[in-house]
């Protein structure tokens, strides 16, 4: 099987840009979780979307965005983008709702300037 | 809140020889996993090992294993044997039964490995 893609891999956008980053996950996987990885505030939970629903979310603002489609592919939109977004930007893929069976796609790294 | 906490920023080992990356954490649920996962530079995470909370057994992967101790909500991972290809950061982390797919990692520990 294919493992967890994300589109594009790397980014360069201004201040007030908006962005929409996208992940494929691994073939009959429902669900799919993304994080944001800074070198300041490591690994945070961005939010989690488990059969075009979001189940979860984190403590980011409402500038961060996200949804799912029926093949389970997800995007994320981070609008009016601010110099502390830039961070690599991870993703990953379940069979269901849980973290047992995780895997995580090889991100986009975000850059702005 | 619930926390995961790698004291260590920075741990170095030579070839072949054992290293231990210590993890604290913190929750109130009584049924989660924990996880090591390793990043190389291709930033890439992979799964190293996992434990479920309920085990009292701790996990085993080949060169890999865990000291979990529940009641003092420690998870340490030992590397046996160790390997250039181990040098990676290593980043502990918790995932709640009740959270889904949300997982909570630790600031993580850089690892290198010395010829």
């Known amino acids: 099987k294919a493992g967890v893609t994300q589109t594009p891999r790397y980014l360069i956008k201004t201040r007030g840009q908006q962005v929409t980053l996208s992940c494929s996950p691994i073939?009959?996987?429902?669900?799919v979780s993304w994080y944001q990885q800074t070198p300041g505030q490591g690994l945070q939970f961005l939010f989690e979307?488990?059969?075009?629903?979001?189940?979860n979310k984190g403590n980011f603002p409402g500038r961060f965005s996200g949804r799912q489609f029926s093949n389970s592919r997800s995007e994320m939109n981070v609008s009016t983008l601010e110099l502390g977004d830039s961070a690599l930007y991870l993703c990953?893929?379940?069979?269901?709702?849980?973290?047992?069976?995780?895997?995580f796609g090889p991100g986009t790294r975000l850059l702005v300037l | 809140a619930q926390t995961v906490t790698q004291s260590q920023p920075e741990m170095s080992v030579q070839e072949a020889e054992t290293v231990t990356l210590s993890c604290t954490y913190d929750?109130?649920?009584?049924?989660?996993?924990l996880f090591w996962y390793k990043q190389p530079p291709s930033r890439q995470m992979i799964l190293v090992i996992r434990?479920?909370?309920?085990?009292?057994q701790n996990a085993t992967e080949n060169r890999f294993s865990v000291n979990f101790q529940k009641a003092a909500k420690s998870f340490s991972l030992k590397i046996s044997d160790s390997q250039l290809g181990d040098a990676a950061m290593y980043f502990c982390?918790?995932?709640?039964?009740?959270?889904?797919?949300?997982?909570?990692f630790g600031q993580g520990t850089e690892l290198s490995v010395k010829p």
């Open positions: 990953a893929s379940s069979p269901a709702s849980t973290v047992e069976t995780q895997y």
């Open positions: 073939s009959g996987h429902r669900s």
């Open positions: 979307y488990f059969s075009e629903t979001q189940r």
């Open positions: 929750t109130s649920e009584s049924d989660y996993y």
């Open positions: 434990q479920e909370a309920y085990k009292q």
């Open positions: 982390a918790l995932g709640p039964y009740n959270q889904g797919g949300k997982l909570i």
